[in-house]
């Protein structure tokens, strides 16, 4: 296999946002990253990423105000998810997961990962992390991961969407998609794969997550051009948009973002009080079964 990527680490000076969240806030949308000696990277990864731990997490969301947590699993970590169990474990109910599985997998290992906090599985799409997986083991997955009331997680390119379309439409379970679609702010709300995701959201299983705004953004800090977008998906999906850091940021190319600067962006995004606790704590709290 070809030498893997490195990855920029995230910044080290997290500032306190201007915007408080709301109690019970929730970043539906963050990973852990080793430690490589306890967790190793998956010898299938295109990247290593510097190790960003359950600790660093923690950390990182007391300057923020956040309580609340879902970690997706990354492809650094492949189906190997026993780094975002063991910091699920740790953190007293305050974190969920979203996994990444394969058909290797047997009822009783869905069974320990849902018992482990685990409530959506996440496929990839993306060029530079592998791109597009075997459908079919994918629509085994999903079929399997459905009695336990599983949601599935798409991480997709602009392209993607517009390929895609028709398989994505088939299924009929709840759908996450990271990041806005991954949406290039230049070319406009106006651009067909960005219509394509807003005529999914007029559907009831569709969600999205209103992060991402450093992957999406022509203009750079603090990625204001990333506002339009965000705010026409939660127009149009109040209850189904969620948000999150993306922390640690892995395979960052450009502009490695200040925490504090995305969170300042929820109220641009959402600019009334009502909107920001439906994205921050409803939402999340609904989908992930944090007050059950």
Same mark, same amino acid.
Do not use: Y
């Given at each position: 296999m070809s030498e893997k990527k490195t990855c920029m680490p995230p910044d080290p000076n997290t500032r306190t946002p201007g915007f408080k969240a709301p109690p019970k806030s929730c970043d539906a949308h963050c990973h852990v990253f080793g430690p490589k000696e306890i967790f190793p990277y998956h010898p299938t990864s295109t990247y290593e990423p510097p190790d960003a731990g359950k600790d660093r997490l923690k950390t990182l969301h007391e300057i923020l105000g956040i309580e609340r947590a879902v970690i997706v699993q990354a492809s650094c970590h492949g189906p190997d998810n026993r780094a975002m169990i063991d910091a699920i474990a740790s953190s007293k109910g305050a974190w969920r997961g979203v996994c990444i599985a394969n058909d290797s997998f047997t009822d009783n290992d869905f069974q320990d990962l849902h018992d482990g906090g685990v409530r959506g599985v996440r496929f990839n799409f993306v060029t530079h992390l592998g791109g597009t997986p075997n459908l079919e083991m994918m629509k085994n997955v999903l079929d399997r991961v459905k009695p336990l009331g599983w949601h599935l997680v798409?991480?997709?390119?602009? #392209? !993607?969407?517009?390929?895609? $379309?028709?398989?994505?439409? =088939?299924?009929?379970?709840?759908?996450?998609?990271?990041?806005?679609?991954?949406?290039?702010?230049? $070319?406009?709300?106006? $651009? #067909?794969?960005? $219509?394509?995701?807003? !005529?999914?959201? =007029?559907? !009831?299983?569709?969600?999205?997550?209103?992060?991402? @705004? #450093?992957?999406? @953004?022509? #203009?750079?800090?603090?990625f204001h051009d990333a506002v339009p977008f965000a705010k026409e998906l939660i127009q149009i999906a109040p209850d189904r948009t969620l948000w999150g850091t993306d922390f640690p940021h892995p395979n960052i190319r450009r502009w490695m973002p200040n925490d504090g600067d995305l969170l300042d962006l929820v109220p641009l995004f959402a600019e009334d009080e009502t909107l920001q606790n439906k994205v921050l704590v409803d939402n999340p709290a609904r989908l992930y079964g944090f007050d059950e």
């Open positions: 798409i991480h997709v390119n602009a #392209e !993607d969407i517009i390929k895609f $379309q028709d398989f994505f439409a =088939q299924f009929d379970m709840e759908i996450v998609v990271d990041h806005m679609g991954r949406v290039p702010c230049d $070319q406009g709300t106006e $651009q #067909e794969a960005f $219509q394509i995701l807003k !005529d999914f959201m =007029q559907r !009831d299983n569709w969600w999205v997550k209103v992060c991402g @705004s #450093e992957r999406i @953004s022509a #203009e750079g800090p603090p």
